[in-house]
């Protein structure tokens, strides 16, 4: 698990590999981000911006040819308030010959309690 706080440093991250985040969605309490290396992978990257824990699940399994760093491409993960959390770092398979395409569905809730 990575913990990284991507407004804390002035390029705008202090993750690595995680640099030059692109927004994808944001909403004022959770931000989700990409970062593609060229045709090496995409990673994302959740912010929690609200004062609740956040479950977020972000579900990868409809991509083609790819592996994750995570056992499922479907990952749920509670974020604390104020954190952020890598959800998955997608790479094309090698075992597989051909093109690899990535696609995420994303859910979520906070836990009030």
Same mark, same amino acid.
């Given at each position: ?6 407004h804390a440093?002035? #390029?705008?991250?202090?993750?690595? =590999?995680?640099f030059?985040l ?5 909403? @004022? ?21 609200h004062?609740a ?5 972000l579900?990868?399994?409809e991509?083609? #040819?790819?592996?994750?760093?995570r =056992? ?9 308030? @104020?954190?952020?959390?890598?959800m ?7 075992s ?18």
């Amino acid at each position: 698990m990575s913990d990284c706080q991507p407004h804390a440093a002035p #390029n705008g991250s202090a993750c690595s =590999p995680i640099f030059e985040l692109f927004p994808i969605a944001i909403t @004022g309490k959770i931000n989700l981000y990409r970062y593609r290396s060229g045709y090496g992978g995409v990673s994302f990257l959740v912010e929690n911006k609200h004062t609740a824990p956040l479950v977020f699940i972000l579900d990868c399994s409809e991509s083609k #040819n790819v592996v994750s760093h995570r =056992p499922s491409l479907k990952h749920q993960q509670t974020i604390p308030p @104020g954190e952020a959390k890598i959800m998955h770092h997608l790479l094309p398979d090698s075992s597989e010959v051909g093109a690899w395409s990535w696609a995420y569905s994303a859910s979520y809730m906070f836990d009030e309690n």
